[in-house]
């Protein structure tokens, strides 16, 4: 009976979402979005690799009351056009541009990115500077990840970092991630423009880490990373959460929301 009650509101779920999704043709191919809300900023959620725009469930309807809300799902991914293809993060966001552009929407965006989607925004941020008037990174996915697990335990981590890399691979053409394993030297995007930055990053301890990654020095390494990261930007924060893991907005929502709307104070 548990399990009837629980696929049925799963369905429930998945239908409620998708009665409110619409459909915009980008480069040929169907982009599943919703757009609600209204005020003076326009935010873009970007989602995790491999997810659709239900990644922003927890605070997507919060949103909405202070400022109009678009969420999608990248090709591949959600209810937009199934198809395999090897897309870096600068192809995804040239595709984010013309979604805006197939939307209408003519001002820069707040942009709101969580795990791989942080890749794209700040793609975004950097190419097109004129559409974008600040920047969330959440849990944000960083190409210095592995250096990470190099510094603590070199051996090791090669052996770990070929794993997760054959893990990636494993269904072919990956969509998220082989840019990451091939962009040398890695980058830090200094020419983002001086706009509002925060970064939400989780150091929350594992009981049994699996990986050097997840080990207590690892979680101290990328607050540190992205702490350095957000600090570097004139008027960038940083926020440290030990109560949430790679999932912020569903662990802690009122707290994303809280810095959200932080950030929409600090935009001009």
Known sequence: MKLIIKTILFWVLITSTAAFAELAKVNGFDIEYEMAGSGKHTILLEAGGSAGLSDWDP????????????????????????????YSSEQYATEALL??????????????????????ARVFAASYPDKIKA????????????DIMRKIDLPRAEKEIAAIK????????SNQY????????????????DIPVTVIASV????NPSV???????????????TNWANAFPQGEIVLTTKSYHYPQ????????AQIQKLLKRTH
């Open 59 to 86: 605070i997507y309807n919060s949103l909405t009351k202070y400022a109009k809300v678009i969420r999608y799902s990248r090709i591949g991914n959600g209810g937009s056009s199934q198809i395999k293809k090897n």
């Open 99 to 120: 979604l805006l552009k197939a939307l209408k929407i003519d001002e820069p965006v707040v942009y709101v990115a969580h795990s791989y989607g942080a890749s794209i």
């Open 135 to 146: 920047l969330m990174l959440i849990e944000p996915a960083s190409e210095h990840d592995v």
């Open 166 to 173: 054959r893990d990636d691979m494993k269904n072919g053409m």
């Open 178 to 193: 082989l840019d990451f394993w091939s962009k040398r030297p890695l980058p830090d995007y200094p020419q983002i423009a």
């Open 204 to 207: 929350k301890k594992y009981e």
């Open 212 to 226: 050097l990654f997840f080990t207590d020095k690892g979680r101290e390494m990328w607050g540190e990373l992205h």
């Open 250 to 257: 569903n662990d802690e929502p009122e707290m994303v929301n």
